[in-house]
């Protein structure tokens, strides 16, 4: 498979977006554990958490860190270093192993695990597609290390603005696992949410932009030559 093949690059493509929508959807989840880690005694459904806080909270920043740690991975493959694929590998590996075992416990003490089960299932997706990449016939077109940078800069552009829009209407998207009596507690840190996504849609146009204006300079200067 070539690296600056049609297909090499689609996967590629593919891999960031997924890489970075895996990463931001994990940070986001960590914080969403903060009312359970921190005030289980408020909500009735979450009783069953007050023994293990101390656990709920070491969730909290886990999955936290795990999130940076998967965008930190997500940012290495748009600029394609040696490390980039393995950081990201091992990053969906921990998000995995610490979410299922986040999984199993909630159910056990609570009955049911959601919104953990959707970051989950994202990242498990994420770590089935980043290991076929492995296949030694479909690595030699994807090698993130090797591929041009403005092709991985498309795909980091595409991956800011997904991530911005997740961001801004997470409320919305979590409101039905977040919800208990009548209030959407999805719905919080609003500033801090709607800059953050305001931000990375900015972020993504601007990159469109750049690359834009990279190609027309180019073309220019062939035409002058």
């Not at 994807?142 to 801004?168: E, H, Q, R, W």
């Amino acid at each position: 498979m070539s690296t600056n093949g049609f297909f090499a690059k689609s996967l590629r493509f593919i891999g960031i977006v997924l890489m970075a929508l895996t990463g931001g959807f994990t940070f986001l989840g960590g914080v969403g554990t903060f009312c359970a880690a921190v005030f289980p005694q408020k909500y009735e459904s979450m009783a069953g958490l007050i023994p293990y806080q101390w656990l709920y909270i070491l969730f909290m920043l886990g999955t936290i860190a795990i999130g940076v740690w998967g965008i930190w991975a997500a940012i290495k493959l748009i600029k394609g270093t040696t490390d980039a694929y393995w950081m990201s590998l091992y990053a969906l590996i921990a998000g995995v192993l610490v979410g299922g075992f986040h999984i199993y416990m909630s159910r056990m003490l609570r009955g049911k695990s959601m919104p953990v089960d959707a970051v989950v299932y994202t990242t498990l997706l994420t770590l089935v597609i980043f290991l076929l990449f492995k296949i030694p016939m479909i690595w030699q077109g994807v090698d993130f290390s090797k591929a041009k940078a403005s092709d991985n800069k498309k795909a980091g552009g595409a991956a800011a603005i997904l991530v911005g829009l997740f961001t801004l209407t997470i409320q919305y998207t979590m409101g039905s696992t977040h919800t208990w009596g009548g209030v959407n507690y999805a719905d919080a840190f609003n500033t801090s949410m709607t800059v953050i996504g305001i931000g990375l849609l900015l972020l993504g146009a601007g990159i469109f932009v750049s690359l834009r204006n990279v190609r027309e300079t180019a073309l220019r200067l062939q035409v002058q030559q």
